[in-house]
């Protein structure tokens, strides 16, 4: 487990709202409740929800259960396309850890892109049914998917 994974939600909030404000903004917790923190940012009443990571399903359970659409800030690990555009559409801001962040409530206007998220890079390794079965032919098992199969051990499938 990371050490991410490892703090609690609400606080995640929190820090990733702090992560999107410019230094100078002014940030209090006011009260936090079950899984929404009543923040105050300068002046300005906010409620934050954590929903996780942000996929769409994760955005249209918010909005069913949202009761005041127009002071709520959605936070999540990354926010995606779709999950976005439906948070638009209600008039509820978003941030995400990324540091991306899209809120227009009053006065406060945050529009930040974030920084981009490390693709995972492909693994080059083998994996062991490939190994057994480039094994196998170099041994002179014959090339066909049920001389392999009972070479190795392994089911059709890994042969194939």
């Known amino acids: 487990m990371s050490v991410l994974q490892t ?3 609400k ?5 990733a709202i702090r992560d999107a404000f410019p ?3 002014s940030i209090k917790v006011k009260h936090a409740r079950r899984d929404v923190v009543d ?3 300068n002046g300005h009443q906010i409620e934050i929800k954590w929903i996780g990571d942000g996929r769409l399903g994760d955005v249209r359970q918010l909005v069913r ?3 005041r659409h ?3 800030i959605a936070v999540a690990r990354w926010m995606t396309p779709g999950a976005r555009a439906l948070l638009a559409e209600h008039g509820i801001g978003w941030v995400d850890e990324t540091g991306a962040a899209e809120i227009a409530n009053g006065t406060i206007l945050v529009s930040r892109t974030g920084r981009a998220t490390r693709q995972k890079v492909p693994s080059l ?3 062991s049914s490939v190994l057994a079965t480039a094994e196998a032919l170099m041994c002179d098992t014959p090339a066909t998917v049920s001389a392999v199969e009972a070479a ?3 089911s059709a499938g890994s042969s194939t």
């Open 7 to 9: 703090i609690e939600p």
């Open 11 to 15: 606080a995640r909030a929190v820090e």
């Open 23 to 25: 230094a100078g903004a």
């Open 39 to 41: 923040l105050e940012i």
């Open 65 to 67: 259960s949202a009761k």
């Open 70 to 72: 127009k002071r709520l």
């Open 125 to 127: 390794r083998w994996t």
């Open 152 to 154: 190795t051990g392994l």
